[in-house]
Nanobody
Framework: QLQASGGGLVQAGGSLRLSCAAS????????MGWFRQSPGKEREFVAA??????????HYSNSVKGRFTMSRDGAKSTVYLQMNSLKPEDTASYYC????????????????????WGQGTQVTVSS
């Protein structure tokens, strides 16, 4: 089970931090992702922490690289998405997702490889 929070209304250039708390079996070993969806658009990949064995790697879409930072608190089974220098085009519903196993790199960018999803949290950036 995934519980996302932290969305809100912010002015362009501002910051927000999203949280996603995971619970359940293997939640501490899952690969986690953030996706977002704007009205009339398809859901798109934002960021992910891939866990493969004992190693982890973090990946970002080009549109958020350098502005967003995804992190994980293993003790709390929670992932965060720190969003800085927000732009109006970042306005969307943001969803966290999880997948277990040892995913190949290409799979973490695809929403259809994530069986577990949280509810969306709305981020609105005003110009």
């Amino acid at each position: 089970q995934l519980q996302a929070s932290g969305g809100g209304l912010v002015q362009a250039g501002g910051s927000l931090r999203l949280s996603c708390a995971a619970s359940g079996r293997d939640s501490d070993r899952a690969s986690m992702g953030w996706f977002r969806q704007s009205p009339g658009k398809e859901r798109e990949f934002v960021a992910a922490i891939r866990r493969r064995g004992s190693t982890t790697s973090t990946h970002y879409s080009n549109s958020v690289k350098g502005r967003f930072t995804m992190s994980r608190d293993g003790a709390k089974s929670t992932v965060y998405l720190q969003m800085n220098s927000l732009k109006p085009e970042d306005t969307a519903s943001y969803y966290c997702a999880a997948q277990t196993g040892n995913p190949i790199l290409s799979s973490i960018f695809r929403e259809d490889t994530y069986p577990y999803w949280g509810q969306g949290t709305q981020v609105t950036v005003s110009s």
